[in-house]
């Protein structure tokens, strides 16, 4: 059973920073996509980032080019999101997703992701 776990959010000041993990189990696919999305109340949930296992390429929502980083572990299946400069507008409940067995990532869309964490919380204030 494929199962994602995310950690890392909290409460930060606007400006901050923060760094979110995932890791997943439950699978042996080394050709994998993963993802972050938000969700904040009220809001469609959005794709923030994606990153293939197989050359690390990173694709991002343009609300957050030049302060969030998505990164990997292949090793210990692990994803990370390191996110700089925070906003108010940043806060939401940050979840993780797999899309496993592909040849590259698709759409950061939410309905190409099967498989999902429970989701961490980020809140930004002034």
């Known amino acids: 059973q494929v199962q994602l776990v995310e950690s890392g959010g909290g409460s930060v000041q606007a400006g901050g920073s923060l760094r979110l993990s995932c890791v997943g189990s439950g699978y042996t696919y080394s050709a994998v996509c993963m993802a972050w999305f938000r969700q904040a109340p009220g809001k469609e949930r959005e794709g923030v980032a994606q990153?293939?296992?197989?050359?690390?390429?990173?694709f991002y929502t343009d609300s957050v080019k030049g302060r969030f980083t998505i990164s990997q572990d292949n090793a210990k299946n692990t994803v990370y999101l390191q996110m700089n400069s925070l906003q108010l507008e940043d806060t939401a409940m940050y979840y993780c997703?797999?899309?496993?067995?592909?040849?590259?990532?698709?759409?950061?869309?939410?309905?190409?992701?099967?498989?999902w964490g429970q989701g961490t919380q980020v809140t930004v204030s002034s």
């Open positions: 997703a797999a899309d496993l067995a592909v040849s590259y990532c698709r759409s950061l869309n939410q309905y190409t992701y099967r498989h």
């Open positions: 990153i293939y296992s197989r050359d690390g390429r990173p």
